[in-house]
T-cell receptor, first 112, second 109 residues
Framework: ETGVTQTPRHLVMGMTNKKSLKCEQH?????MYWYKQSAKKPLELMFV???????ENNSVPSRFSPECPNSSHLFLHLHTLQPEDSALYLC???????????FGNGTRLTVT | GQNIDQPTEMTATEGAIVQINCTYQ??????LFWYQQHAGEAPTFLSY????GLEEKGRFSSFLSRSKGYSYLLLKELQMKDSASYLC??????????FGTGTRLQVFP
């Protein structure tokens, strides 16, 4: 149990589908993050939320849409994805923006 | 621009000591983190350095030299379970943590 739970663990979707990734943290943290991890590439920061306000949008295509309804939950809505979007999507939380991150186990996404 | 360099792969023997280096060039610096990631699992936090010097935590130590843009992670008394990827990350600004590509360490008996 990492304290950060992501669902689903695996997702296969077509390019015309709409799906959502869910993240929940049980640590009482105030900041939440989405990262993308592709093979042989560094973890790429996608979005940062602090106290439910988005503080970073790292030039991510609009086919990825984050939602943070409260400090414990974070969603990533996906639509009309491309095959190159296939990757491991990691959610993380931290007490504040300066503290270490606690990661979930990720959602392995395959776009066909 | 921003750049974080680590060796891609390293191998070592059980019981030995291994040092994983990380060099960075970033526009700002608010601390350096090391994470461990086993295959198919979440990265887990190992250490944090914001001032120059050595931070020791059990079998793991991390060193930072801000003037040289350099850090290393030292793993002592290696165990088979230490086989994993080790990620170096620099907090460039308050809300931006930049990761290196990671060093895959294989420990052999």
């Amino acid at each position: 149990e990492t304290g950060v739970t992501q669902t689903p663990r695996h997702l296969v979707m077509g390019m015309t589908n709409k799906k959502s990734l869910k993240c929940e943290q049980h640590l009482g943290h105030n900041a939440m993050y989405w990262y993308k991890q592709s093979a042989k590439k560094p973890l790429e920061l996608m979005f940062v939320y602090s106290l439910e306000e988005r503080v970073e949008n790292n030039s991510v295509p609009s086919r990825f849409s984050p939602e943070c309804p409260n400090s414990s939950h974070l969603f990533l809505h996906l639509h009309t994805l491309q095959p190159e979007d296939s990757a491991l999507y990691l959610c993380a939380s931290s007490q504040d923006l300066l503290s270490p991150l606690h990661f979930g186990n990720g959602t392995r996404l395959t776009v066909t | 621009g921003q750049n974080i360099d680590q060796p891609t792969e390293m191998t070592a023997t059980e019981g030995a000591i291994v040092q994983i280096n990380c060099t960075y060039q970033t526009s700002g610096f608010n601390g350096l983190f090391w994470y461990q990631q086993h295959a198919g699992e979440a990265p887990t936090f190992l250490s944090y350095n914001v001032l120059d010097g050595l931070e020791e935590k059990g079998r793991f130590s991390s060193f930072l030299s801000r003037s040289k843009g350099y850090s290393y992670l030292l793993l002592k008394e290696l165990q088979m379970k230490d086989s994993a990827s080790y990620l170096c990350a620099v907090r460039e600004d308050t809300d931006k943590l930049i990761f290196g590509t990671g060093t895959r360490l294989q420990v052999f008996p």
